[in-house]
T-cell receptor, first 112, second 114 residues
């Protein structure tokens, strides 16, 4: 089983739609979780951290389910500019940036 | 503030040739990473430095890949000899020591091995 698994997509959604991605992880000792965004032929950039209590940043909501070992990202009111690959990132250590493991990414295409 | 600088942006070589990539992290960032991203996959960590010491190189193919970070600032990643499967984007990233999760990536060096 891969350390971090994501549905590669693509998810094709119309503008204004709500879309959700899940990511599962295999190491139950994992401590820190993140979503990165990667535009086509660009470098990944941090989108948001995922906290145990869940967190929201504008149209984006991230959730963590430790019992089932998955994290999710919800995007409301999708914009064309949200089209990108969303990378799930897991690390076993809290407080350091060591051993970040990236998933393969989920591609989102928002259309008119 | 200047970001992570990488060069060259693109490189095309034939198999069995050698290639070197250079990275200059954000000033003050103690931790430096080299990732390999093959098309359609997520970045895979090759090596992590803390200042000029290696923290993790468990996934670095040491028979052909080498990396160094002299003086704890910029770093080079070398591949010798290159194989077809080394075709990928080599991403350098840096982070502040102790800052969890936020890596700052350079634009990457795209390698094509023919």
């Amino acid at each position: 089983r891969k350390e971090v698994e994501q549905d590669p997509g693509p998810f094709n959604v119309p503008e204004g739609a709500t879309v959700a991605f899940n990511c599962t992880y295999s190491n139950s000792a994992s401590q820190s979780f993140f979503w990165y965004r990667q535009d086509c032929r660009k470098e990944p950039k941090l989108l948001m951290s995922v906290y145990s209590s869940g967190n929201e940043d504008g149209r984006f909501t991230a959730q963590l389910n430790r019992a089932s070992q998955y994290i999710s990202l919800l995007i409301r009111d999708s914009k064309l500019s949200d089209s990108a690959t969303y990378l799930c990132v897991v690390t076993p250590n809290s407080g350091t940036a060591s051993k970040l493991t990236f998933g393969t990414g989920t591609r989102l295409q928002v259309t008119l | 503030e200047a970001g992570v600088a990488q060069s060259p942006r693109y490189k095309i070589i034939e198999k069995r040739q050698s290639v070197a990539f250079w990275c200059n992290p954000i000033s003050g960032h103690a931790t430096l990473y080299w990732y390999q991203q093959i098309l359609g996959q997520g970045p895979k960590l090759l090596i992590q430095f803390q200042n000029n010491g290696v923290v993790d190189d468990s996934q670095l193919p040491k028979d052909r890949f080498s990396a160094e970070r002299l003086k704890g600032v910029d770093s080079t990643l070398k591949i010798q000899p290159a194989k077809l499967e080394d075709s990928a984007v080599y991403l350098c990233a840096s982070s502040l020591w102790g800052l969890s999760g936020e890596l700052f990536f350079g634009e990457g060096s795209r390698l094509t091995v023919l």
